[in-house]
């Protein structure tokens, strides 16, 4: 069975050797292709993820857990208009990304180019199957796709359109391997071919990060969990303020940007907290507040020591009074998770603090978390968002999945 | 003994924080004071490396070795001049290096933000300890170095030297820690301290490449060996291709960007080869060479199969003849390690070929492989040369050792 894995590992590093030398249009009308296909074949997906969902529910897997397995008409259309979107995305591959002279003749060129083999490892969400596939593959790499357990019917259907997409234009099915294997042993053996697989992102919960960090001797670009913090400075405009923390919230509670925790300035705490609580009980949200949250809300629970530093990712948000900036930021650097941080304020100066002394992957001003994402902040599409800052640091897109070389060309220059 | 490990890796994080926000002002006055303490200091810099280079000589230490570990008038110098070329360097820290506007109004920027606490392994050259601790400190991040046993002393007196210019100016002296711990157990658990160091770059052989890679849980830039090829095409001008091909092995031997084997094109070997033979045989460059080399070049060694892929370190340099380009890449791509490989040619085609087929981390048309140096690609210095492809992929200069997060301002955006 090793012999299998590896050799699997060895097809796809050959793949990867090919796939390098492939044209933007080649590769475009390849995802062109599977973007009709899976628009085609929308009956087939739904049949495949229906499937899925049943048993993942008899399984009595949680409700935000089977929200993001479910995979809606409007999830598949996503899909396809995400594959579209990556077609419309300029090619990394061969790019310069500076050129200039040395003092002694030389030029020098540095050039982007693929990464090679990518091992994905993720739990969940089928659309990751189809997301990661077109990134990896736009920048020139070939992907090794480990996808959760609960989504291989639809993984399954997904990866095979991928290879129908690919083998059609005589482009090696390779560069996209789904793996379903449920051995453990079997992944560790993966972890340990840095010989073939240059690098492995593994998306999910604390539990998987923790196993592929152990075992992996491939290099790895994390993308750990997110406890994101919004922060209601004193200046800020309150009713905005309250439509942005609570949408932060339900606009994907099961989402690695979703806000966990509100700082909430003293000052507009007795004016702040009581609409913020109206607005939240509309949409269901259960309110853990410290002390004088739950002074200020009577409908609140107490928040413990172990509600900060939490990821829900469920309608529960956890809130605390703080009595100014300094202490909103010391709370971000001992709970953060270096994902998301939000600052809501009218203030120059707090805006400045904050975005010096907060250093996550992605900070924002007067904007939800949410917004970390790699199609809202304009890459296209996102593989993941790191929270390692090596290689890549926030959301990861095209770019992110490649490298870069330094190519010069003399006049038959000694030194 | 591990407790006193971790509160020095804590002690580096703590300072990390601090460094992340000094003026450029602050940083660079602390560097040229540097550079006026090894001027000053020169006597004393070279009374500890004579007791180096004396116990390393007393304990059989190989001569290519010795030359790495001397400490010349000439290397201390550039020591200083050195650090007065990373003063002139733009300062990473802060640098926005995109700025746009996504369609629903979000203004997104991508600043350069320090790594934090960055750990380099190194064997015997003393000068990387000036050069890392120099790039570190202007890109915002402490280090603590780990440097070979043989250049304890001069370590010792050169990290002094920082420390001093460090703490005149209020700067905590943490920023850079030298260990000197021979103790393999106590590397293994600093190598576990995910939680305070962010990166690990181990220089050196093999061994040590190894050691690290199979211990760490910190993401490794590593710097591997430097198996450097230059193929001599039928079209190049052999004359100069003589010059290049010989000090690209001369003019540093235990360099890893010195050419360790020479490919040349079969149409021009009868001529070349006696040329290059004569140029070498002036240098006293032992030449080993497959059966064609041997009947053009009756001085040359016959090279076995462990000759190719081999890092020599030495006056000794490899040498086949090849058919065609097609073959001089197939050897490259099975015997290269990713780091430095050069074309000599005339014919543009043949250009084309080798930079789009070779993408090592530093590819080169008609320069010297020696030209593969962060001074010499105009990076200002380089802590290293990368040849994994994640985060860096050749030489790592300032920009290398920051990361870049993400900055978004927002009018109360949801969604």
Redesign the interface.
Known sequence: MRLTIEQMAKASRAAAMQL??LTSADKNACLRALADGIENGAAKIREANEKDVRAASEAGLGDAKLRRLMLSDTAIRQMAEGLRQVVELPDPVGQITRE?T?P?G?T?RRMR?P??VILMIYEARPNVTIDAFALCFKAGNACILKGGREATESNRVLAEMAQSALSARGIPVEAVTLLTTKDREEIKSLLRL?AYI??VIPRGGMELIRFV??HS?I???QHFHGVCHIFVDASA?LD??V??CA??KT?GPATCNAAECLLVHEKIAPLFLPKLAERLARDRVELRGDAQVCKLVPSAKPAGEDDWGREYLDLILACRVVPDIRAAIAHIHRYGSNHTDAI?TNDPAS?KRF??EV??????????T???DGF???LGAEIGIST????A???MGLEELT?????????????
Request: aromatic share 8%.
């Open positions: 390098a030398r200039y040395v002694n030389l020098v180019c990464i090679g840095e240059d690098l960090h152990e001797r290099p790895m670009v405009d905005r303020a439509e942005v949408t932060a606009s809501l805006m975005l010096e250093q996550s992957s992605c900070t924002l001003v007067n904007a939800s949410r917004f970390n809202q902040l304009g390692s800052k090596i290689h640091y926030g959301p490298t870069q070389r330094f190519v010069v060309e003399g006049g038959y220059h000694t030194r």
